[in-house]
């Protein structure tokens, strides 16, 4: 095979069909097979003509133009040596490429001209390559010789260059033999081609409509407006070949791992296997019991809603069918299945996540109180490290947060609370840098003055409630009685958001010890605040990494490709600098076509002078926004990067008489609904924005005074970079087509974002 010749109308289609966006899709591997001359391999592509000759193959569309482009694989021969998946990446990004120049639109810093050359090169950035790969474009191909016969607008992809020791200036020129083939050929019979390809239509009855991109989770849904709620079988050519994968094994024996970027549909495959398990069982008239876990009651309402809208309620959750379905809060789950009930006053909070705030102000109080008291006679027992942490006024909010993590998992659940276990433990990875049992003395003696505010109240925190309830499931009475009480199948949602303790209940539930049906969604990169425990510890020894079925979901359903992107070069950056930061990236990929539009705006990050000005930039371009993308005000969320810049942006907001909705709780669906019905933008925190969706995103505060956080202890820097990679992630990808990002010149550019400026993920402009 000498050569791939894309025509410019056969492009557009090609585009348009998300179906061709990966090999997840059947189509995207059917293509691969046939561009790599597999044997019996032919391909039906909507609205493009695939034609294949001896030497080459034509993809040209129903309105055959003068606008070409060519890949020449003698030349650029390594092309093919690169595996399906970054094939068709490549393939997506060159014929972008082609488009944007036919289209006139501005080119991208991936997109370099050579100097004093007629070739130009982008950078395609593929997962695990060098960043400085590039593909060889020669822009003016034989272009004295084809302008004769009206060819004007003629790229060639010929070759690529790895690095920055051979000058760009000194590729070599392109041979125009392949190319000139090609052409020569597509001119002979164009008007034969397009003759042929109405013929094919017409006989298949095919209607040349451009499919529509799959969308995820939002609230619109609840209303039937987009295409999350549809019904079972409407989804199943929706799906990548690793969602059907992950779906269709439903007798698979031990625990399965969806693991993927946010927006790739985990939550959606979670919901469609539990569907067909319960289906199957009905079918075959067999009993059987399933518990569904959400992290937080706002998810267990959405996840309600959409079974309940999927199977119109076929399967309730207080039904008396033979197939059972519980939908459950892990902290509710635990409370209700206490053999000592607790009555309403003696709980924290009945939300894990609110319970979890709660406790962090009583570690506050205590904290206070004992550096107060007993501090004094401390210090001169502790190492200089801790007492510099300690010490650090402006570190208080992660000290506190350390301290809710230590007292939570190494405390409370590694040392059942007791002093001597806890000076003998292992330290936390990245947690307080604790040196000596004096050090832990110290700590453990705020742990005592906060389980004395606790019980002074009368109440039990949520690690109270998931301990005992792990202490009440493993005993010998609960492991008669799960063989009748347990479940069949255990589903978890978010699991990256359960801590240490809570992980350890799900392997009590099930009906069979020896046969863990335990189905788990999890992107490790979304674990805010987590970060006491390394990668092989959270994989391995929490999900049984040597024993369970993992399946990678790689197609991004929610965001843009050039948002995406972004979020690679986020999560790249941040693994690089941490070795317990897990990058989800692979060479995943955008599940929304590229229309050329609006819709696929790169993402910007804008200094402005002051907080002033940066907070009414972003009210204004609230306005400027809905007019570009003709959507809903409620579309729209502003995510402050500080409480300072959120309550500056309230008053401005006030002032301006502009209505908004602070979202209250994290993936707070209530208060989403409330902005649509309303008409108000939203604004939230970094950590209430995740588990929702929007059309555009304003990030306020990005700069390097405040993510992340100056002025800290060493100890101190490491968290809160780790935090702010966390935060940037999760904010960047609930948005689909549009993200700014804002900072103050004053503060200046934050190093969390240098990466992505450096690879031209990201357009750096001051104003």
């Not at 199977?311 to 809060?329: C, E, F, H, M, S």
């Not at 046969?515 to 987590?530: C, H, L, T, Y």
């Not at 941490?578 to 955008?590: A, E, G």
């Amino acid at each position: 095979m000498k050569y791939l010749l894309f025509e410019q109308s056969a492009i557009k289609k090609m585009l348009l069909n998300r179906n061709l966006l990966s090999t997840q899709f059947n189509l995207g591997q059917e293509f691969m097979d046939f561009i790599r001359n597999k044997p019996h391999v032919d391909i039906s592509i909507d609205g493009v003509l695939s034609k294949k000759n001896t030497d080459g193959i034509m993809f040209v569309g129903g309105d055959p133009s003068d606008n070409l482009f060519v890949i020449d694989l003698e030349q650029y021969n390594e092309f093919l040596e690169f595996t399906d998946e970054e094939c068709i990446i490549l393939i997506q990004k060159i014929l972008r490429f082609a488009i944007r120049n036919w289209n006139n639109h501005t080119l991208t810093r991936k997109d370099k001209f050579i100097p004093t050359t007629s070739k130009m090169c982008i950078f395609p950035d593929l997962y695990g390559k060098n960043h400085l790969y590039k593909i060889i474009i020669e822009m003016e191909p034989d272009s004295e010789r084809l302008s004769k016969r009206g060819l004007n607008n003629l790229f060639l992809v010929y070759g690529d260059h790895a690095n920055d020791i051979n000058p760009l200036s000194q590729v070599p020129d392109a041979s125009v033999k392949n190319f000139r083939q090609a052409c020569e050929l597509y001119i002979k019979d164009r008007f034969s081609y397009k003759k042929e390809l109405s013929e094919i239509n017409v006989s298949q009855n095919i209607e040349l409509e451009p499919e529509k991109s799959l969308t995820f989770i939002e609230t619109d849904n609840l209303e039937g407006k987009t295409t999350y709620y549809r019904t079972y079988k409407q989804w199943e050519k929706y799906l990548t070949k690793s969602q059907k994968q992950f779906i269709n094994d439903v007798d698979r024996v031990g625990p399965c791992r969806i693991q993927g970027p946010a927006g790739t549909g985990k939550t959606l495959a979670l919901i469609l296997k539990t569907i067909l398990i319960l289906d199957k069982a009905e079918t075959a008239g067999d009993e059987l019991s399933i518990c569904f876990f959400a992290h937080s009651e706002s998810t267990k309402r959405s996840i309600r809603t959409i079974f309940q809208t999927i199977t119109a309620g076929k399967w309730g959750v207080d039904g008396n069918r033979k197939q059972r379905l519980k939908i459950a809060t892990l902290h509710e789950f635990c409370i209700n299945n206490l053999t000592t009930e607790l009555m309403e006053p003696e709980i924290l909070d009945r939300d894990a996540h609110d319970s979890k705030e709660h406790q962090y102000y009583l570690i506050e109080e205590a904290f206070d109180m004992v550096m107060e008291k007993s501090f004094k006679t401390y210090k001169f027992l502790m190492s200089d490290e801790v007492i510099s942490f300690i010490m650090n006024d402006s570190d208080r909010v992660n000290i506190l947060h350390l301290l809710q993590h230590e007292f939570s998992v190494q405390i409370k659940g590694r040392c059942s609370g007791d002093l001597d276990k806890y000076k003998k433990s292992e330290n936390l990875f990245t947690g307080i840098p604790l040196k000596t049992e004096e050090d832990k003395g110290f700590v453990f003696a705020i742990f005592t003055q906060y389980q004395q505010f606790i019980e002074e109240q009368q109440v039990y925190d949520t690690d109270d409630i998931v301990m005992t309830a792990i202490g009440q499931f493993d005993n010998p009475i609960w492991r008669r009685k799960r063989k009748v009480e347990g479940f069949d199948y255990i589903f978890i949602d978010e699991t990256h958001l359960f801590n240490a303790n809570e992980r350890m209940v799900f392997h009590y539930l099930t009906k069979d010890i020896d046969k863990i049906r335990i189905n788990f969604a999890v992107d490790i990169a979304q674990a805010i605040g987590e970060q006491g425990i390394s990668e092989k510890e959270y994989i391995e020894d929490y999900y049984l990494s040597e024993q369970s079925y993992v399946s990678e979901f790689d197609v991004v359903f929610r965001c843009s490709q050039e948002i995406t992107d972004l979020a690679m070069s986020i999560t790249s950056s941040g693994s690089n600098l941490f070795r317990n930061f897990i990058n989800p990236y692979k060479n995943s990929v955008s599940g929304i076509v590229d229309s050329g539009g609006v819709y696929n705006s790169k993402p910007s990050y804008l200094l402005l002078d002051n907080d002033l000005s940066m907070i009414n930039y972003a009210i204004n371009q609230v306005e400027v926004i809905v007019n570009m993308l003709k959507t809903s005000v409620s579309n729209i969320a502003l995510i402050p990067f500080s409480d300072r810049i959120l309550g500056k942006l309230e008053i401005e907001s006030i002032k301006k008489g502009i209505k908004y909705e602070v979202l209250k709780s994290r993936g707070d669906l209530r208060g989403k609904i409330k902005a649509e019905k309303e008409k108000r933008f939203i604004i939230s925190s970094p950590e209430y924005i995740a588990g929702l969706e929007f059309d555009a995103v304003i990030l306020l505060g990005v700069d390097s005074g405040r993510v992340p956080p100056i002025n800290v202890s060493e100890i101190s820097k490491s968290y809160l970079k780790y935090s702010a990679y966390n935060k940037l992630y999760i904010s960047i990808t609930r948005a689909r087509y549009l993200v700014n990002i804002l900072g103050a010149k004053e503060y200046g550019q934050s190093e969390c974002l240098e990466y992505s400026i450096e690879t031209g993920a990201i357009d750096l402009f001051e104003k």
